[in-house]
């Protein structure tokens, strides 16, 4: 084993010293990385000695330890064979790198002798360049002496050159200085010439259009001529005929000053007539007890036009107000046609209202406060007043009652607040001076709660007083000292106030909203006192489950409603009755408004009406319901004042 190293070794050695030689002629090359070292060597391992046989255990042990022997010569035998063929693989990639070694040492000796003839014949073409540079310098040498004499004789012509070139140089100048002076004084008479002859053709332009229009005036002088006995004529003719005129235009004048005059006068009898006919209608129903009924009926919406219906009028609209009814009073109901005994379509079915006012969908917002200012008016005397918007959901109650952003648009309540500041300030220089403070509420879910209050979702209870006020305790007051207050309280209640959306109204109101304005004034003598109140209510829209989709707390919200709802029509009912028993603790609404419906207060109902046709079950039920309420009863209405008797 010990051989056989040692002679690996020296192969390596005899390979290096090739290399290094052959770097020595053809430079460094690519080293070769071989393994240099040797394999352990195996021991053997004494096996121990052996027993001799005698017994049964004896031979037992003899068998133990000669498998064990057996064991270990086959571990060495493996060994020396991997050993062996470790040595073959070592001995392969060593003859391998010899013969690689050989190869490149024949290339590199081959090129040694290339290079070597090449050096030979670089050698041989440097000797014979050297022989014919010898030659060329003695030719280069004479052709220099050439030269030299050649350029002193043309430095001697250029100093010649350069002095007849500077004289020639001061003559040119002198020469340009001339031809300028003789060029700008050519241009200067070439720009006369020019502007005399466009003179020239100027005057001559002129002469012709003057002996043009003379010929011309001459002509139109002598059709003048010709012509001004004919215009004398005319002239004396026109100016009787302006005299004339002139006569009638003042009549004519005078007839349409009377007859304006005549119209303002009948214009303001009309509006006479028709403020006294409103006060004594006004006066008839407070002597009768009645609620006073208004109809309002909205536009159609643009979903709403596109909805075709065989009941409705030609506009697309189921309610129709009647020509021939000048103080507006009368509406019309188109139903779904009827069929006929031949099984075709006959005409619609209709049903004919009549209440105290009929407002269409072109009437504005100030058209139908003009109507109910006077009732407004009755709560500075110290009356109750009480305004309420009914109908089903979407038919415009919240937009009667609060209005839009614009002046055009207010609603009753911020109109309604307007006058009454109006009318204090006046009542100021009678010696009144008056306190005003506002609430509002809503009654959700049959529980009252304060719109304006900063825990808006506490319940409050409704009280009521011998004297027949009634008032909700803890309910917040916030006194007002100009009408532009209001609208700040309005848009913090709508933040607040439960709206959802439903199949029938994106922002359906989901309780009654009920605004009061408390106004107490007194004689500057204290001779008198008066304390009104303006109540407007804003109802929830009734509608139906079906239509509505109201599911889950939607659906309690509704059936509130509707509960609430169906209580006023029982009270109302019974007051249109007569009967003995009113049922007003039936519902926080109608027990809140119990001294608006049967007290001593004035009640107006705004019925809001939608004209489409999905709508004309909800609106014909709306209208049964206020044509009840105008026939209901609820006694005459008396001031809330005091006087005291004075001497002197």
């Given at each position: ?68 022997l057996q064991s270990i010569e086959s571990k060495e035998v493996m060994l020396l064979k991997e050993e062996r ?149 005319m002239l004396r003719e026109t100016k009787e005929l302006l005299k004339t005129s002139k006569n009638e235009t ?330 003995s028993h009113v049922p007003y603790r039936e519902s926080k609404l109608t027990h809140l408004l119990q001294n ?53």
């Open positions: 084993m010990k051989q056989r190293f040692t002679t690996k070794n020296s192969a390596h050695e005899r390979a290096a010293k090739r290399h290094v030689s052959s770097t020595a002629i053809n430079g460094p090359r690519k080293k070769i990385n071989l393994p240099l070292t040797r394999p352990k060597p195996i021991v053997l391992k004494p096996s121990g000695e052996r027993k001799p046989f005698g017994t049964h255990a004896a031979n037992n042990n003899a068998s133990q330890s000669s498998k064990k063929d470790a040595i073959k693989s070592q001995n392969y990639d060593l003859s391998k790198a010899l013969k690689d070694e050989t190869s490149e040492l024949r290339k590199a000796r081959i090129e040694q002798s290339l290079n070597v003839e090449l050096l030979k014949k670089t050698q041989m073409e440097l000797f014979e360049a050297k022989n014919s540079s010898n030659v060329s310098f003695q030719e280069l040498q004479k052709r220099n002496a050439e030269l030299e004499m050649l350029q002193c004789s043309l430095e001697n012509n250029l100093a010649s050159v350069v002095e007849e070139k500077s004289f020639l140089t001061n003559e040119n100048s002198k020469l340009e200085k001339k031809l300028s002076l003789q060029v700008e004084h050519y241009n200067q008479m070439k720009g006369r010439n020019d502007s005399n002859e466009q003179k020239l053709k100027e005057t001559k332009n002129e002469l012709d259009n003057l002996r043009l229009s003379f010929e011309n005036v001459s002509n139109e002088l002598e059709k003048v001529r010709k012509n001004e006995s004919v215009t004398s004529k003042e009549a004519e004048k005078n007839l349409l000053f009377e007859a304006k005059q005549t119209i303002s006068q009948l214009e303001e009898e009309a509006r006479i007539h028709e403020k006294e006919r409103r006060y004594l209608h006004n006066t008839i129903l407070e002597l009768k007890g009645n609620i006073r009924v208004f109809a309002r009926v909205r536009p159609l919406l643009k979903n709403e036009v596109e909805v075709e219906s065989d009941f409705s009028s030609p506009n697309g609209l189921t309610i129709l107000l009647p020509p021939n009814d000048p103080e507006r009073r009368k509406l019309k109901l188109l139903g779904p046609c009827r069929d006929t005994l031949m099984g075709d379509k006959g005409e619609p079915s209709t049903w004919e209202f009549q209440f105290d006012g009929v407002f269409g969908p072109d009437r504005k917002q100030s058209d139908l406060f003009e109507e109910i200012s006077q009732l407004v008016q009755s709560v500075l005397d110290g009356y109750k007043v009480c305004l309420f918007a009914y109908g089903q959901t979407g038919s415009g109650k919240t937009y009667t009652m609060e209005g839009g952003n614009d002046d055009e648009s207010r609603g009753m309540i911020p109109r309604a607040v307007h006058q009454i500041f109006a009318t204090i300030e006046a009542m100021k220089r009678t010696g009144w001076a008056f306190d005003v403070h506002a609430t509002h509420l809503e009654v959700y879910n049959e529980s009252v709660r304060d719109l304006l209050a900063h825990n808006s979702s506490k319940s409050l209870n409704i009280k009521h007083l011998k004297d027949g006020s009634s008032y909700v305790n803890g309910l917040s007051k916030h006194p007002l000292k100009s009408p532009n207050q209001v609208d700040v309280l309005l848009q913090k209640a709508a933040k607040v106030r439960a709206t959802s959306a439903t199949q029938c109204n994106d922002t359906s109101s989901r309780s009654h909203s009920v605004f009061q304005l408390h106004v107490n004034g007194v004689l500057s003598n204290g001779s008198e006192e008066r304390r009104g109140c303006l109540t407007m209510v804003d109802l929830a829209g009734s509608e139906r489950v079906v239509k509505s989709g109201a599911k889950g707390s939607l659906l309690k919200e509704t059936q509130a409603i509707n509960k609430s709802l169906a209580a006023l029509g029982r009270v109302i009912l019974a007051l249109a009755n007569n009967e608006s419906l049967g007290g001593t207060s004035k009640c107006l109902m705004l019925v809001n009406l939608s004209p489409a046709p999905q709508h004309q079950g909800e609106t014909l039920c709306s209208l049964r319901f206020a044509q009840t309420v105008n026939h209901c009863d609820i006694g005459t209405a008396k001031a809330n004042s005091r006087r005291e008797n004075t001497i002197g």
